[in-house]
């Protein structure tokens, strides 16, 4: 691990925040009486994203605008070969970075519950092994 100064901290706070939100967001929006599945899943997208790219940050790599979870995940791989066990997930949340969201896209109600549920365990294992890669207690 490379010494952080003080604005790279609150940088890496702050995307590990913003990872946090969009995973407790997903997992809230899941247990509404008509759930927008889509949503769920585009949110644990986006969540998975920020807690890579909060890794990366947090070994020197220079932010780069990448939503692709196979690429990020590439670089997350050059650091620490154990990243692999998170192909599977960045794989499907892959599905959902632009899915559901426009039209002409998967269909929105195509991605249904099971879907969702699929997406959020996803997004919760890529939390667990960055936080523990860096060595955060929660």
Request: hydrophobic share 40%; with cysteine; aromatic share 10%.
């Amino acid at each position: 691990m490379i010494k952080k100064n003080p604005e790279e901290i609150e940088l890496i706070k702050t995307w590990l925040n913003l990872a946090n939100e969009n995973l407790l967001s997903a997992k809230i929006l899941i247990d509404e009486e008509f759930s927008p599945y889509h949503t769920v899943c585009f949110m644990c997208q986006g969540s998975a994203e920020k807690y890579i790219k909060a890794y990366l940050i947090w070994n020197g790599w220079e932010l780069e605008k990448i939503h692709d979870m196979e690429e990020l995940l590439k670089y997350a791989i050059k650091l620490d070969t154990s990243f692999e066990e998170l192909r599977d997930e960045c794989k499907l949340l892959n599905e959902y970075i632009t899915s559901g969201r426009y039209p002409g896209d998967l269909p929105w109600e195509m991605i249904g519950k099971p879907q969702a549920d699929e997406a959020i365990e996803a997004a919760e294992k890529i939390e667990k092994v960055v936080s523990k890669r860096m060595n955060l207690d929660k």
